[in-house]
């Protein structure tokens, strides 16, 4: 009975191990230790490395990154309950369209989707050159390489992971607790904030853990909108891999970053994991 | 009177997650280099065809999601179907953390790998390592589609096809499989999707002789506008949802 268990989750034990625990083994080690004079990476073992990241310039970057991955979850979150809302609330044969065109420029490249911002939003995008067209403005409006650009490309690529979620617990919502909210004197807007949100709370919750997770380790959105005056973690621990040639730092800061992720997720799973099941 | 604010936000909603796509799409077709309308023109679809960076990156792209799609397809089906006979807590939480573990990390984490691995044998990264590390992301993808659709499943009917005589494999093969096909296809789709995505840990394994699509639209978006790119990319756009329609009619066949 079990043999074919055995062949069967041989390959994905191999694979996981090999090339995702084992890399991450590695990793762990590089930390310990101390670069070398051409880079490269050896003797003697050191805690230097994660006593650097108290520099208040990475100190710095990760407060930031923290703050840029909040206000994303925190607008994708506005944004996508009420379209959530709308699409639950829509006719049982239109959901299926209204959630296929939320997913739609979701499965289309997240390169594109990114540069397709960029060609709107540089100085010489289409905004710009608009705006310039019709004499509103002389020279061309900073709208692209700033913090705000980078919010509205994480906005912009992970607001599906918000929707979906929020719109699978609202599509269980049985409708007559809304009239009997209504039959008992209750405005629309009581039952909303009263009724509706707190059983969405699941919903909420998971999306918000599905958006903060890559947004607090995005590398690509920081890299291209903000243009290297917006960095974020991510973009830190690239650079210690290959411009600055510092892979203990690199592999410190790498580590740093998915403990926060981890301890994070077990914090939000102990207090509402089973809301999120 | 508050439904039809919701529509109107709704509609302001889908123009955002819209408008940018079409504009690009639109903008392909334009016959100025610069981003203002001159007239129709398929000009820089031309330029595309005689771009054989462009067209070499694709290939590898298709070459490459392929054959991770084929992959971890397989790999990921028969590993959820292993942890639905028996639970493997080390395997499923080790695929569970790669889900989360930023990107970044795990390229950084797989190129330390690689690089350590040149000391003692002798290879290159290339297509071989994005082709290595790209099964390896999507497998946890894979297996959670195939766990949800194993939800589903009654255990007893397997029970019953070995009872009147089928090996266990014969079981999987005839009686689970066909009703996990669905969920195979969902999640074939899923893989390709995110193999053919992939950026971050993509240009962090592939070497210097590699390059796929995203990376040569990575180094394009950060050099200036040149259209050729809006032209790829509204190819892919087209692309990928002519794939998601044919695959949604696929799993309404079968379903």
């Known amino acids: ?277 | 009177m508050k439904n039809r604010w919701l529509a109107a936000y709704a509609a302001f909603a889908y123009l955002f997650l819209h408008v940018p796509l079409l504009v690009l799409t639109v903008f392909s077709f334009n016959a100025s280099r610069f981003t203002h309308w001159e007239g129709f023109s398929l000009k820089w679809y031309a330029v595309l065809l005689e771009d054989h960076r462009l067209i070499e990156a694709a290939l590898n792209s298709i070459l490459i999601a392929v054959a991770a799609t084929a992959l971890a397809t397989v790999i990921g089906t028969i590993a959820a179907y292993g942890i639905w006979k028996r639970s493997a807590p080390v395997l499923e939480g080790s695929l569970y953390t790669g889900l989360v573990t930023p990107e970044i990390v795990t390229g950084v984490s797989l190129l330390a790998l690689f690089q350590g691995l040149f000391h003692y044998f002798n290879f290159r990264l290339g297509l071989h390592t994005v082709i290595l590390a790209h099964v390896t992301f999507s497998i946890a993808y894979v297996v959670i589609v195939i766990q949800a659709r194993l939800k589903t499943m009654d255990k007893s009917l397997e029970e019953a096809a070995m009872d009147l005589g089928a090996t266990e494999f014969g079981a999987f093969r005839k009686v689970t499989l066909p009703v996990l096909m669905p969920g195979v296809i969902a999640a074939a789709l899923l893989a390709f999707t995110i193999s053919f995505d992939d950026y971050v840990i993509t240009s962090l394994v592939s070497g210097v002789d590699t390059e796929t699509l995203p990376m040569v639209i990575y180094t394009m978006a950060r050099k200036g506008v040149s259209p050729a790119v809006n032209a790829m990319s509204a190819l892919i756009v087209i692309g990928v949802g002519a794939l998601i329609v044919a695959a949604e009619k696929l799993q309404q066949q079968h379903t």
Do not use: H
Not at chain 1, 11 to 25: M, N, Y
Not at chain 1, 78 to 90: C, K, N
Not at chain 1, 220 to 243: A, E, R
């Open chain 1, 1 to 277: 009975m079990n043999q074919l268990r055995t062949w069967f989750l041989a390959p994905a034990r191999l694979l996981t191990f090999g090339f995702f625990l084992a890399p991450l083994a590695i990793v762990v080690l590089y930390s310990f230790l101390t670069r070398g004079t051409y880079g490269g990476q050896g003797a003697p073992f050191t805690l230097e490395n994660y006593t650097r990241l108290a520099d208040p310039l990475y100190l710095e970057i990760l407060v930031k990154s923290f703050w840029i991955a909040i206000l994303s979850t925190a607008i994708c979150l506005v944004m996508g309950f009420p379209l959530a809302l709308f699409i639950a609330r829509s006719g049982p044969q239109w959901r299926g369209t209204w959630i296929n065109l939320v997913m739609l420029p979701f499965w289309t490249n997240f390169l594109v989707r990114t540069y397709a911002w960029m060609f709107l939003l540089r100085d010489t995008g289409l905004i710009n050159t608009a705006f310039q067209g019709l004499g509103l403005i002389s020279q061309p409006l900073p709208l692209l390489y700033n913090d705000g650009a980078v919010i509205l490309g994480l906005v912009y690529g992970y607001l599906p992971f918000m929707v979906l979620p929020i719109f699978s617990t609202l599509e269980r919502q049985d409708p007559f607790l809304l009239e009997a909210a209504a039959d008992l004197g209750a405005t629309p807007w009581q039952t909303l904030w009263r009724v509706t949100v707190p059983m969405a709370k699941p919903g909420i919750l998971a999306g918000s853990v599905l958006v903060f997770i890559p947004c607090l380790g995005a590398y690509l959105t920081p890299d291209l909108m903000g243009g290297g005056k917006s960095i974020m973690i991510g973009n830190v621990v690239q650079q210690q891999f290959t411009s600055s040639r510092d892979w203990p730092f690199g592999a410190a800061l790498s580590l740093v970053l998915t403990a926060l992720v981890m301890v994070l997720l077990w914090f939000i799973m102990r207090r509402g994991g089973k809301e999120l099941i």
